[in-house]
């Protein structure tokens, strides 16, 4: 898995429509990639996984947690070649890897949630300074494995967009038979309502 993924499979949206034939495959492939990318939008995050450990920079924001320092990073699910550097003279040169620096929150893994913050121990071997991309983290960043709320949340976006070629105006059904409707153009309700639970609010704790 990559970053950015689709979360279902071509298949996966033709069997949630019941669709059988290969007419539509090209269309079906793009309604679940256009899905995909509405869910990272509403969730603020993705749920794909790097292939290898990838350096990123952060800013402190002189954010405390339990009154240690703590650094908001991207979702990291896996603590394998996770290395921290920082720049401690806001010139751009990070030094040597800093020791006793945990990822946040402790029971994260426990739960089968990502850490989102990397808190910096009372005995850490140095501390972050406030310059601009002063923190270095290397990391598999992502999730280990799509959540299943997630999964079905994009099939059902999916079937919408699919369907939505139908209906170019935005409406669907006849007035003449009583069922007309506007169709949202906003993120459908019941997948609004399933992601709340896995949207992330950056700068909150």
């Known amino acids: 898995m990559a970053l950015y993924p689709d979360y279902v ?5 033709k069997d949630h429509l019941r669709i059988t034939d290969s007419a ?17 939008r509403f969730t603020n995050r993705q749920f794909g996984l790097a292939p290898a450990a990838v350096a990123r920079t952060y800013t402190w924001d002189k954010r405390f947690i339990e009154g240690l ?5 991207d979702d990291l699910m896996t603590s ?18 800093i020791l006793n620096v945990d990822p946040w929150p402790w029971n994260a893994a426990a739960d089968g949630r990502p ?5 910096f121990r009372s005995y850490a071997t140095a501390f972050p300074t406030p310059f601009s991309q002063g923190v270095q983290a290397t990391g598999r ?18 079937g919408r967009f699919f369907v939505r070629r139908d209906s170019q105006y935005g409406i669907a059904g006849s007035p003449e038979t009583g069922t007309e409707l506007r169709l949202f153009s906003r993120l459908d ?6 992601l709340t ?3 992330r609010w950056w700068g909150a704790r």
């Open 24 to 40: 539509d495959d090209a269309a079906v492939a793009i309604a679940v990639t256009a899905a995909s990318r509405a869910v990272d």
């Open 80 to 97: 394998t070649g996770l290395i921290v550097k920082l720049d401690q003279a806001g010139q751009g040169t990070y030094g040597d890897p």
């Open 141 to 158: 960043w992502g999730w280990t494995t799509v959540p299943e709320i997630v999964e079905q949340a994009t099939l059902i976006q999916g």
């Open 9 to 13: 499979t071509s298949q996966q949206l």
């Open 189 to 194: 309700p019941d997948v609004a309502l399933m």
């Open 69 to 73: 320092p703590a650094v908001e990073i």
């Open 115 to 119: 850490w989102t913050h990397l808190v």
């Open 197 to 199: 639970t896995v949207k």
